[in-house]
């Protein structure tokens, strides 16, 4: 369903559960950074009634996952660290069309957001099935399934209002773009590092 060119490696979980604190403090500002991207394109698009009503749900949902991964580091007598960056999500930016019309723009932001979302989805089913802490093991399922949702409502705007854009065309080239940036990744304890 997501097409990603290139799997998760399985030994990532191996380094995730060398440090579940760092993982989850990535996790949490990941789950913040996705809410504000949300509210970015609701600003961006704000004419797009059915876009605005979906999207702020999404936003919504979030933020409760922000505070659920949260809620976890606390229950675990982990402390919230500070924000972290995201190298992979800035390389992903980089494909973005920044010099287009507003519709060529907005397309692209969707899909962008669109690959940020199938590629967390890989790596929550992944540390799902491997990691060995039963709790972390059934968040990590159940967040999969919400990003696996996140995912078909970007794509899904993105390919109703760029009706005149060849988005099937530019999501395949973001999907190659990202097989190679990805290759980069999966060495740190962080859900895209």
């Known amino acids: 369903m997501l097409g ?7 030994r990532w979980v191996n380094i995730v559960e060398s440090n579940i604190e760092e993982i989850l403090t990535d996790h949490a500002w990941c789950e913040q950074k996705a809410a504000t991207n949300a509210i970015t394109i609701i600003t961006l698009n704000s004419e797009y009634t059915d876009l605005v009503t979906d999207l702020l749900v999404l936003a919504q949902e979030e933020l409760e996952h922000f505070q659920m991964v949260h809620d976890i580091i606390k229950k675990r007598g982990y402390k919230l660290g500070r924000e972290r960056k995201d190298s992979y999500v800035n390389e992903l930016y980089k494909f973005m069309n920044k010099g287009g019309n507003r519709l060529q723009c907005m397309v692209d932001r969707l899909l962008f957001s669109a690959m940020i979302e199938a590629r967390s989805c890989e790596r929550f089913k992944l540390l799902s099935k491997k ?5 972390l093991s059934k968040f990590y399922h159940d967040l999969m399934i919400s990003e696996a949702g996140h995912y078909t409502t970007f794509i899904g705007f993105a390919r109703k209002y760029g009706k005149d854009i060849d988005v099937d065309k530019r999501w395949k080239e973001l999907i ?3 097989s190679i940036v990805i290759k980069n990744y999966g060495k740190t304890e962080t859900v895209h590092g």
């Open 4 to 10: 990603l060119k290139l799997e998760t490696d399985p």
């Open 131 to 135: 990691i060995k802490d039963p709790e």
């Open 176 to 178: 190659e773009f990202e």
